[in-house]
């Protein structure tokens, strides 16, 4: 198939790059999230013609959103152009989601099927975007994924370390459990669904990916912390619990999975295992980048 991926400068981005262009399954046509800041629609269905791609792969929202980068209706806007521009050519839309639709006070994992009821504003923006694209593409997969978590870019592994390397404290409460997804993980699950939609598989749709082992913010700081140890000396305090007020009540955006594995054949990895080789990759390139900037 012919992909044209949307937000390749993502942390997932860059994962789905390398692992498409290792395979050689599919041609791909990268665009970063920037280049794709279009003012009009005729400028998004200008990039899925001159491609003519079989399937637009879009990343921008998850990307944003994990990074903590705030997502306007302007973006919203884009997913739609992206799905009517798919339409027109016959071709399918995959939008990356995440599990932010949620609100986590439903005391259990997440169906596809449950109405988004997150009330925040990023939670409203990703169910428009995802309800825009249900009304206007038939062709489309629409995926959720947990919190993802990456050596490079900006996202929670990158921000926990570098503030932890500056001399920094995180103060991290245990309220909001979730499933991280490492990058190269997510990007396996999304180049197995589009082998299996290249191989003729016509299963449109709403699915959910996430690690099988739920886990908070503070948890996630010290299996991290416990990994950085190797590279680098921090304090004993380096990662603190924070304290909750009596009002605070627990959340949990996980997401149930059953979908697709029962689709694609597509199982769970757990995310712990992923930690060790991402925060060494994270210390390889800090070191690099240091040392090219002593060189220049």
């Known amino acids: 198939m012919r992909v044209l991926l949307i937000g390749s400068d993502t942390p997932l981005g860059l994962a789905l790059v390398d692992h498409l262009r290792r395979w050689g399954r599919h041609e791909l046509e990268a665009v970063s999230s920037s280049t794709s800041r279009w003012k009009s629609e005729r400028h998004a269905k200008k990039v899925v013609r001159r491609v003519r791609a079989d399937i637009?792969?879009?990343?921008r929202l998850q990307g944003a959103i994990d990074s903590g980068e705030l997502i306007t209706e302007l973006d919203v806007e884009r997913s739609h152009w992206l799905a009517k521009a798919c339409q027109r050519s016959?071709?399918?839309y995959f939008l990356l989601s995440t599990a932010r639709?949620?609100?986590?006070?439903?005391?259990?994992?997440?169906?596809?099927?449950?109405?988004?009821?997150?009330?925040e504003t990023v939670g409203r923006l990703l169910a428009a975007a995802e309800a825009r694209?249900?009304?206007?593409?038939?062709?489309?997969?629409?995926?959720?994924?947990?919190p993802v978590f990456a050596p490079s870019g900006i996202n929670v592994l990158s921000h926990m370390l570098a503030q932890l390397v500056d001399g920094g404290k995180l103060v991290l409460d245990n309220?909001?459990?979730?499933?991280?997804?490492?990058?190269?993980?997510?990007?396996?699950?999304?180049?197995?669904?589009?082998?299996?939609?290249?191989?003729?598989?016509?299963?449109?749709?709403?699915?959910h990916y996430c690690s099988p082992d739920p886990t908070n913010c503070y948890e996630f700081a010290e299996v991290l912390l416990a990994s950085a140890s190797q590279f680098s000396e921090f304090s004993a305090d380096a990662v603190q619990l924070q304290p909750v007020g009596e009002d605070s009540l627990p959340r949990n955006r996980a997401l149930q999975c059953g979908r697709i594995r029962g689709t694609f054949a597509i199982k769970q990895v757990p995310w712990r295992g992923f930690v060790a080789d991402?925060?060494?990759?994270?210390?390889?390139?800090?070191?690099h980048q240091q040392q090219n900037r002593k060189e220049a």
Request: hydrophobic share 40%; net charge negative.
């Open 90 to 92: 016959s071709g399918s």
């Open 278 to 287: 991402a925060v060494r990759q994270y210390f390889y390139q800090q070191q």
């Open 133 to 146: 694209t249900r009304e206007t593409c038939v062709q489309h997969v629409i995926l959720r994924l947990g």
């Open 101 to 119: 639709v949620f609100a986590g006070d439903a005391g259990r994992a997440y169906r596809e099927q449950d109405v988004p009821d997150n009330t």
């Open 175 to 207: 309220q909001l459990r979730g499933c991280p997804v490492e990058s190269a993980d997510a990007a396996r699950v999304v180049a197995g669904v589009l082998d299996q939609l290249g191989a003729g598989a016509e299963a449109w749709g709403t699915y």
């Open 56 to 59: 637009v792969v879009d990343a």
